[in-house]
């Protein structure tokens, strides 16, 4: 076990200095970030670029994308959870049904993103918190079903059987037992659907102007054609990774081993 | 009875005289503030470029119209880059969401053309303006405010690319008798371009790496426009105006594209993926003898307006009083720059125009190159010649003269029609030469993707555009 | 790899001959609300002649597809997206399952090392490829730096704009922020694992790898294959980390299939042009998706 600690702690270590460095920019004066030879740590604790964020509104976007994404990851992973049982265990659609829902993860966001846009404008849903969380789900969906598809298969049959032969419903079945089972997909799902979504920038820069302002394109304001704020750019990453940091690190047992199908085997 | 009359007459005279006097000394701005008024209480949106320009729009200006006229105005903004594409964007989709929009004049001829700008001539007699439009320099105006024949922006910001170089190096003695002696000619602020890489090489040759000769950004975006000024001095044209095929892979291509690889030699290791920033710590650093760069540079080295709280981001200066100013090659470039225009399909157009005609008066304007975080420069007459902005700091005089002259001087940039598809190429073939893609290929490569692209938009409808290019002082004058 | 089991029927909406469609309605329903117009005006338009110059509604037939035949850059594109692709999906795939095995058994610091591991994936792309843009610098960046720290003094490289060092600039970047994304699928896969299966074959002596191979592959490979199909979709539709990093460059040495779109698209608003590309598009990879998925069926089917 320990063997494994340590190259565990060499991996982390290797994995998480560029996160570092990019943090450490918020804590370095012009002067550090562009020094020659580079700086390794900061030289003293400035804080100047958190005290202008926070009295300005340049946070906000932080708070706009975590509402957004949240809200679009939960309506995704409810209704593509479902959809995917379906494709799973009745095989609704056979294989046609399942590579139209997969295609419809190849179109480049750059591609569409224009056409949508025309779309948007004609339904009045640019830069609305609707429009955002509509386009998000819409393009998440592709990704849960086809996921949770397959964590679902993973789910043993018999399980499911013999809850139905003890009397539940498709339905029930499906809350009770085939849910239960596949909570370490669901969470993994979960998790990187809200990454996708906190992340993407294509809709979000065509989409928006200034009402629903999400975090990546506030970041890209920041670099400019002749000033780059990477200050600012340090703190509001720093800030920015704490929503899904945290969950991952409290939310760790829903992935964990221990919800073993051992004990169902039979 | 007669008395009455002749007080009520005599009041009336008086009165008369009274307001044509003060309809006569009302300054643009005042009128345009006045009129305005009638629409307090609303709110216009302006689209402009993100980040700094943002907060200086809203330091010198928005927040001071909204005081005067009680309309609330929203900022949207967009990466430099991008600005062009959301403009386009939110034109097609036809959705009015843009009042004013701040463009760069090399994308008139496009936008004009899709019908995204408003003319606005009707305005400018309607609100007086015509007199304070003429105190705008005239490289600023003409092809920057017109369009065949039809006013459609207010040239708002005096980009020109002139020479920023360490006196205290120049005047050195020994660095000057060392030169003589390693190159024949006396050490001066480079005349052109043969001259400014012999001072580089100069500088790099016996001073590295304490000190370097120059640094010049590299980036994607910003290059094209410091080699385009050396390819049209070196007798460079874009195309063949008959055919309209390009002559970009000409020998002046070539040989100035070769001149730029060959120059990134000998300016500070990595300096070759450098952006403006990385560039600016490093000039701001003293760490190289010349620049070719904006006019805020000129402002920052002296650390002027630095110490706001938006410019955070900036290096400590190292190098204020030593700065001298000149141009290379006598004909700067003057690229990209920003005009203040007005969407076509915004439904306040009037109250647009009129934040418009304020900011670029005569007065607002002043104030705004004056507030170092506007990133505005000088581009009027009367900037030039104002004592507020000669005060800046101590060789601030030189720097307007500088500025002043380079813009007399100056060469528009390419601006034709579908202009960024041209400079998305151009960029392409700098970007392969830096990374060492022999020059010849990468232009002749540039060449072939221009001759399509000509062919797309139609041969005969950009040789008209490329024609009217050219009269606005595209090329350099002589030839 | 699935059996549909009909287990007797009950009424209503919930009835077992409805329920399957009304399980998939919602979703389709939300899919084809945002996805259905952008593929349908596509489709259209690129049988048109529409630009930011031209507005031509008319019908050109097949020209916008023809001159895809004949477009160079376009080749080259998929080329690079290609090589992209075919080096960054094994990649993050080993990386990601050799994660997922180190850290499955217990440890010290577990749960904060799996979160910290996490991180790379939330940062926003364009915060990524500008950051690793400047740590590959070659005067202000630490990589350099620490080569020349450890290794040669004199050592000097523009990675972001040498040919040399450029593509592997942008793989290690890329596969720097998405191995965790691999990781953190299989992760949760392999957590499924039955263990007492695993403790059986471990008495019976088997090695490490075989109990992998034979147990804990079979089980967790429906994830692991479509894990990788969506990764490798991703990869084809690179944009963000490539554009800031390298902005496609030197030149259009880096340039992948959206960069070009982009400038095609959003430079010269090539609007029928780049439709007919997306169309392509769509087409070939739905034809190499559903061949990897027919492959994927017979494997797993054999696995088991």
Known sequence: MWLRFVVGLLVILIVVFPVYWLFSMAFKTPNEIFAFPPVWFPGSFYIENFKTMWRTDDLVPVWNSIVIASISTVISLGLGTICAYSMARFRTGGDNFAIWILSQRMLPPIAIVFPLFLAYAFLGWVDTWHGMIIVYTAFNLPFVIWMMRGYIQDVPVELEESSLVDGCTRWQSLIRVVLPMSRTGLFATGVFTFIFTWNEFAFAFVLTRDGVLTFPVHVSHYFGALSTYWGKVGVISLIATLPVFLTVAFLQRYIVRGMSMGALKG | ?479 | MTIATEFGTRGGILAERNLKYVLIAPAVFIILLIGLYPILHSLVVSFQDVSALFENYGFVGFMNYGRLFGDERLWYAMLHTLVITAIALPLELVLGLLMAQLFLEKMPLRQLMVALAIIPSVLSPVVVGASWRLMFDDRFGPINAAIRLLFDESFSLPWVISPIAVYPALLITEVWQWTPFMFLMLYAALSNVDQSLEEAAKIDGAGYWTIFFRIALPVIWPVMAIALIIRALDLVRIFDIAWVLTRGGPGTFTETISIYLYQRGFRQFETSYTAAMVVMIVIVLSVVVVWFLRRMEMTGAQAR
């Open chain 2, 1 to 479: 009875m007669l008395t009455k009359i002749g007080i009520a007459l005599a009041g009336a005279t008086a009165l008369a005289l009274g307001s044509v006097q003060t309809v006569a000394a009302q300054s643009a701005d005042e009128i345009a503030v006045n009129a305005a008024k009638q629409f307090s209480g609303s709110e216009i949106t302006i689209f402009l470029e993100a980040g700094l320009s943002e907060l200086g729009f809203q330091e010198s200006a928005t927040r001071k119209w909204t005081e005067l006229t009680g309309i609330e105005v929203n900022l949207v903004g967009a990466p430099t880059n991008e600005m062009y594409s959301k403009i386009v964007i939110e034109h097609k989709g036809n959705t009015g969401a843009f009042d004013v929009v701040d463009v760069q004049p090399q994308w008139m001829p496009d936008l004009v053309e899709m019908g995204a700008l408003e003319p606005i001539d009707s305005y400018i007699d309607k609100y007086g303006y015509a007199e304070e439009l003429e105190d705008i320099a005239p490289f600023y105006s003409g092809a920057w405010n017109t369009y065949k024949g039809k006013t459609y922006a207010f040239g708002d910001d005096g980009d020109v690319l002139v020479l920023y170089f360490r006196k205290d190096l120049f005047d050195d003695a020994n660095n000057q008798a060392l030169f003589k002696e390693q190159y024949g000619y006396d050490l001066n602020a480079p005349a052109d371009w043969g001259q400014f890489d012999d001072v580089c090489k100069f500088y790099t040759d016996n001073f590295a790496p304490q000190l370097y000769g120059c640094t010049m950004v590299r980036s994607r975006g910003l290059t094209l426009f410091f080699w385009m000024q050396q390819f049209k001095l070196a007798g460079g044209r874009f195309f063949d105006i008959e055919s309209m095929r390009s002559t970009i892979n000409s020998d002046a291509g070539v040989s100035s594209l070769q001149a730029l690889v060959d120059r990134t030699e000998y300016m500070p290791p990595g300096n070759a993926t450098w952006g403006f920033v990385e560039k600016l710590s490093a000039w701001l650093a003293g760490e190289v003898a010349m620049t070719v760069s904006w006019p805020a540079i000129g402002r920052w080295a002296e650390g002027v307006g630095t110490d706001h709280e938006a410019m955070t981001w900036i290096p400590q200066t190292t190098i204020a009083n030593k700065v001298g100013y000149s141009v290379v090659g006598k004909h700067p470039e003057i690229a990209p720059g920003f005009a203040l225009a007005v969407s076509s399909s915004s439904k306040k157009k009037e109250s647009a125009y009129l934040f418009n005609q304020w900011a670029n008066s005569k007065n607002i304007s002043l104030e705004r190159t004056m507030v170092p975080v506007s990133i505005r420069d000088p581009f009027r007459i009367s900037h030039y010649e104002s004592a507020e902005l000669a005060a800046q700091w101590p060789n601030a005089p030189a720097f307007l003269k500088t500025l002043r002259e380079g813009g007399e001087l100056g060469m528009q940039n390419l601006s034709l029609r579908s202009t960024a598809a041209y400079q998305e190429i151009v960029s392409n073939a700098i970007q392969a030469a830096i990374g060492g893609t022999d020059p010849q290929k990468a232009l002749d490569q540039a060449a072939s993707d221009m001759n399509d692209l000509t062919d797309r938009v139609g041969v005969d409808l950009q040789r008209d555009a490329y024609k009217a290019w050219i009269a606005g002082r595209g090329y350099p004058p002589e030839s």
